[in-house]
């Protein structure tokens, strides 16, 4: 059964998103390439082909054994070897490919027999593992970007905690920058300090300091007084 591509345009209330017939009263919603669609039974079916045997409708949970299905020459539905004639023939086509008309749910006022509820039962299951699986990679999604955000988190704590040491060593340079330039003053000030607390340094009170004297002081000497030897 060649599965018929599903469009990703909008549909109209009661109406198939896929093969556009009006008037089914059943749809299922299932996701196909990322996409929520609204099908009808038999799209559905025939969107899925490897998902149920064509003949019996039997729903596969895991992926069937190549030894006990007969492979379909044209898409890749599996066929219960027990659902064909014996021998199986050597080329096989399963309904939908062997007839291009073929319909899984041909009319919605079909009464529902045995087959029919085989077939919507089926159609129901593969929707449901749809669903699942769109959870799935959903919830891998959300995970995904939950483990991104903190990493883009712990890079921006990082960053900040960076920014925060390169302004506490900016501010350290300039404080030990302004004490070099004030360093020698400071130095003298206290050398002469300790000089003075040593008793270094003789501090006189002005009446022991000599006066100095004035070029008509009687007392000064000119040039041609001798001075003594």
């Known amino acids: 059964m060649n599965p018929p591509q599903a469009k990703p345009s909008d549909t109209m209330k009661g109406e198939c998103g896929n093969c556009r017939l009006k008037e089914r009263w059943l749809f299922h919603r299932l996701s196909i390439r990322g ?13 899925h082909p490897s998902f149920f045997c064509p003949s019996c409708f039997h729903f596969f949970d895991h992926p ?21 004639p014996s021998p199986p023939p050597t080329t096989f086509l399963c309904p939908p490919c062997s007839n291009p ?5 041909p ?20 929707a449901a593992a749809s669903a699942a699986k769109a959870l799935a990679l959903a919830s891998a999604r959300a995970d995904r970007a939950l483990r991104e955000a903190a990493l883009a988190r712990k ?33 003298s000030k206290k050398d002469e ?30 040039s041609r007084t001798e001075w003594p030897g």
């Open 107 to 126: 009319d919605a006022n079909t009464p529902i027999d045995q087959r029919l509820a085989l077939v919507l039962l089926c159609a129901s299951k593969v």
């Open 193 to 222: 300090f300790n000089r003075f607390a040593a008793g270094q340094v003789k501090v006189m009170a002005p009446s022991e300091e000599t006066p100095l004297h004035r070029p008509n002081d009687p007392q000064v000497r000119d």
């Open 155 to 187: 890079r921006a704590r990082d960053a900040l905690d960076y920014c925060s040491l390169l302004d506490k060593v900016k501010r350290l340079d300039v404080s030990q920058d302004r004490n070099l330039a004030t360093a020698p003053n400071a130095a």
């Open 64 to 84: 069937p054994s190549a030894h006990r299905f007969v492979t379909c020459t044209k898409c890749s539905s599996f066929t219960h070897l027990d659902c064909l």
């Open 101 to 105: 008309a073929f319909s899984f749910f």
């Open 35 to 47: 996409i929520d669609r609204r099908l009808c039974t038999s799209c559905v079916l025939r969107l």
